[in-house]
């Protein structure tokens, strides 16, 4: 997208891409090309394709084990020769083929420093389709008063919320969205940017109320999270009155429908919607029936487990105080206790913890994170070498033992 945007900016020519619009179909055919622009003027069709270097099979970037197959009669050579098909199907009907492989764009946008800007600027930005982990901005804690310095007849209390786990009680998607990028379709779904029926992931661009104390939306900035009322003030970190225009104030970026709501209800105002994934449908776990929710029965267990591994309180030295911790715990968190089972135990209540903490952030792990493999024979080595699903960017020998791959 970032390509066919700035060869409509250099060229000065329109181009229909999944930016902006439906990708084009070549007539009599199911086959969708990356852009297209009709010059009406020389009565001419171009087809603009932008090729990924893995996924076409690009002869510079993997030049060894192109027949090796990736998946059940696929391979390098195959998806290459399938792209050259295309193409000639394309220059066949008359279309003028402009391509470009993916290393050579990266290669273009290392040595032009235009190019570099131009995919720095906002309303760029907002051409690229959205990424889920885009609305992945994670958290911050901050206190609100430093210190307090307490006055006569007052008195400080500390209030500590033992085993909130949202992942319980929290509204989740099912199935797969419906990804909306047209403007006729979002306009059908969000009329006059009312976003109260989606359910899922939004892009757009909202204007932050002038007065808030504690804003709502995130933007990444400066390498942190920041919860700000204006970019601009953001980006100069201006701590002076705010003077800037709505437009230079306003915010783009993607977050998930049930902050936007809370945003909006906070006086935040959609200005722009640019993509959407809605999920027509969800589940949330209800404490009145007990039912709902993809994580229930899984919190449920452990939280039981960490109770149980907690031991007795301290208040609990008669056998109907225990007996009352139990039904307390029962009419609270739906978990019925085992009492013969309650005693501390240091390890299985760190297991129960673990695995209760580190529950949603599985969800959230990339698997595209740089590995090391320690390697120790010449056939391991190769066959990291070639493997297509792997990228090699470093080989260490130590004392010509063993060989360490960083992929």
Not at 104 to 133: G, H, S, W, Y
Not at 163 to 184: A, R, V, W
Not at 274 to 300: C, M
Request: with cysteine.
């Amino acid at each position: 997208i970032i390509w066919l945007t700035w060869l409509e900016q250099t060229q000065n020519i329109d181009i229909v891409h999944a930016g902006k619009s439906k990708e084009h179909t070549i007539e009599g055919t199911n086959i969708q090309i990356d852009g297209y622009h009709y010059d009406q003027v020389n009565d001419r069709k171009y087809a603009f394709q932008f090729q990924g270097c893995y996924w076409h099979g690009c002869p510079l970037c993997f030049t060894t084990e192109r027949a090796r197959e990736i998946n059940k009669n696929d391979s390098l050579y195959a998806r290459y020769e399938r792209t050259q098909a295309i193409n000639g199907l394309l220059t066949g009907q008359g279309y003028i083929l402009v391509e470009i492989w993916e290393c050579e764009f990266q290669a273009m946008i290392n040595n032009t420093p235009e190019l570099q800007a131009f995919i720095e600027r906002d309303d760029v930005k907002v051409c690229v389709p959205m990424d889920p982990r885009d609305a992945f901005y994670g958290g911050s804690t901050g206190n609100i008063v430093s210190h307090y310095d307490v006055k006569d007849g007052e008195k400080m209390n500390y209030y500590d919320v033992c085993s909130l786990y949202p992942c319980k009680t929290g509204k989740y998607p099912l199935g797969h969205p419906e990804i909306l990028f047209d403007p006729e379709d979002i306009e059908k779904l969000c009329p006059n940017n009312d976003i109260s029926r989606v359910e899922g992931l939004i892009k757009c661009t909202v204007l932050p109320p002038d007065s808030l104390y504690h804003p709502v939306l995130p933007m990444k900035a400066h390498q942190k999270l920041m919860f700000v009322l204006c970019r601009k003030c953001c980006q100069l970190q201006n701590n002076q009155e705010c003077t800037h225009t709505d437009s230079e104030g306003q915010l783009t970026g993607a977050w998930v429908s049930c902050e936007l709501h809370k945003a909006v209800e906070m006086g935040y105002r959609i200005k722009k919607i640019y993509e959407v994934w809605h999920y027509s449908k969800t589940t949330q776990y209800d404490p009145r029936t007990g039912k709902g929710g993809l994580f229930a029965g899984f919190i449920n267990q452990f939280v039981k487990l960490k109770t149980e591994a907690s031991g007795w309180p301290a208040s609990c030295d008669t056998p109907e105080a225990k007996a009352a911790y139990i039904r307390e715990i029962e009419e609270k968190s739906e978990i019925k206790l085992d009492p013969d089972k309650i005693k501390y135990n240091a390890g299985a209540r760190a297991v129960a913890k673990l695995m209760l903490n580190s529950l949603w952030g599985k969800f959230a792990q990339r698997a595209n994170m740089d590995k090391t493999a320690v390697l120790y024979t010449y056939e391991e080595l190769y066959s990291f070498l070639f493997d297509v699903k792997k990228i090699v960017t470093g080989c260490m020998f130590v004392e010509n033992e063993s060989g360490d791959a960083d992929t």
